[in-house]
């Protein structure tokens, strides 16, 4: 449908891929430990309660974004971020803090996935994506580094589909904090200037794959504080979280996914993983989509129904 790449910039992208998989093998010693838990599995009660509006009428998929972008504000360096944040002390904590998104005010559902990336999680579902190329119905695709690193082809041709929407799903995985708080085990970033690294590292290379600037953030697990939140939005993300728990980190049943994705109404985002094959996520998803279809649910990418 479109050429990603502009004339004379091929070789960027390799350079810069290349460049995260040095920083990430640096990492990866310190990391270790929180590799070893890096399973993303939101609760299911983390779910919110589900907005009773009645589904809107169908229509089709939203056009791809265009190729030329409004002009975006050069983000802040690090320096910037740790001298403009550095006195906030964090209120909040968790899966839905001041300045995340759960929701939008559209009458579409937004469906987005995760792909977490690490061990056990650099799969990919192709039976969903077929499903969803089937249904023709949009997602936004939540891309860790470490995901992007190991499916780098996968990346670009997800890149190329006008059906799907990238955004950044963090550079390591981690939670979004600014003093150092956890998840599921899994220890969040310690201070501002790793969580300008978490987002801004993932950030780059997204927009060299994908030829524009991701708009939406969504944390390692999903959690974050509200300080870390609005130095994502300072950085030129939304932070995203959701209002359906689609999948319970991919752990649900094929019946439960069904069931819990099925409650999804207007304005809702859902959210399930595409990096799991063989969980219960694409058979679940298989089964909601066509009913929610069939009641006149319409579904768009989070680019269409979150202002930027
Ligand atoms: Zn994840």
Redesign the pocket.
Known sequence: MRDIHAPGMPGRRSVLLGMAGLASAALSGCMATARAHDE?VPAPEASNPVDPADPAPSRTAPAQTPDIEPHRPTPPTKQQIVAEFGSRQPREWGLQVTGTAGKSAARDIALTL?A?GGPGGTGCDQQLLGTLRKLNVPATL?L?ERWIQANPALTAELARDPLFELAN?GFL?RPLSVNGKSAYGIAGTTDIGQVYDEVMGNQAILQDVTGHVPGFFRP??AHCDDVAAAIARRLGVVPVSFSINGDGGATFAPATVAAEVGKARSGDIVIAHVNKPGSGTAAGLAQALPRLLGQGATFAKLGAVLPA
Do not use: A, R
Request: net charge negative; hydrophobic share 10%.
């Open positions: 993303e995760d977490c939540f860790n799903h995985h390692g697990t």
